[in-house]
């Protein structure tokens, strides 16, 4: 059984048909990441598992229970987290403040145990502790927001774009980051634009197209796909 199974989902904004019958799979210590262009469908399918958004259609089972219908501030309770587009810290409190905000569930204690291993990831975050988010440059909230996420102790982490607006070498810290928490033992679901940079870490990968699966496989094999490469990596 996969950790998490998504099945004929259809999501819609009003009369418009987001995602139209998408169905993968992730499974327990995986990074599997959803690549397309603006518009394919992609965070509309991570705000669906994530209970932000009602699905029309289709199931989502994680850890083999049905998850959709939950409301977003329970999904941390059932290990679900999700690092959203745009970072959204809160940008008038502090770094630990922040961290303390995604740690909302557990003890104080396991807090405290939760934020060493987060500030471990993060030694920069460390640095900045108490200073105000809002001051923290792009790179140093998404690090924010990932770590935020991370103190709930998911087994399940949703990345949505966080390569998104940064400079070249905060986009390899960033995915280095994503590959050590991996290796930690933190499954990951990626949504990201940064195709090259997604698959080269990706277990397996799924395309999106207008809200439809056109393509799926390996990380490795779609990074070689000639269809993916003109589309996707400019090759």
């Not at 850890?63 to 970072?87: D, S, W």
């Not at 396991?110 to 502790?129: C, S, W």
């Not at 990706?202 to 699966?213: M, N």
Request: include cysteine; charge should be negative; hydrophobic fraction near 40%.
């Amino acid at each position: 059984m996969s950790m998490l199974e998504v099945n004929d989902l259809h999501v819609y904004y009003g009369s418009i048909h987001a995602v139209k019958g998408v169905s993968f799979t992730v499974d327990k210590g995986e990074i599997v990441t959803l690549i397309g262009a603006n518009g394919a469908g992609k965070s509309t399918t991570l705000n669906t598992i994530a209970g932000i958004l009602p699905a029309r259609r289709g199931s989502v089972e994680f850890q083999g229970e049905g998850i959709l219908g939950v409301p977003a501030h329970k999904m941390v309770r059932k290990g679900i987290a999700l690092c959203p587009e745009g970072r959204r810290v809160f940008t008038q409190m502090t770094v630990e403040e922040n961290l303390q905000m995604g740690g909302y569930t557990r003890t104080d204690a396991e807090n405290a145990d939760t934020m060493e291993d987060v500030y471990g990831h993060f030694p920069r975050l460390r640095e900045r502790a108490y200073q105000v988010a809002g001051t923290l440059s792009g790179g140093e909230q998404q690090m924010l927001a990932m770590g935020r996420a991370l103190m709930g102790r998911p087994d399940l982490i949703m990345l949505d774009e966080p390569s998104m607006g940064l400079a070249p070498i905060l986009v390899d810290e960033i995915f280095s980051i994503i590959k050590s928490l991996n290796d930690n033992g933190t499954t990951v679901l990626l949504v990201e634009q940064n195709a090259s940079m997604a698959l080269s870490i990706a277990d397996r990968a799924y395309v999106l197209e207008t809200g439809r699966i056109v393509k799926e496989g390996s990380g490795s094999d779609l990074l070689r796909d000639d269809d993916v490469r003109r589309a996707y990596l400019g090759g």
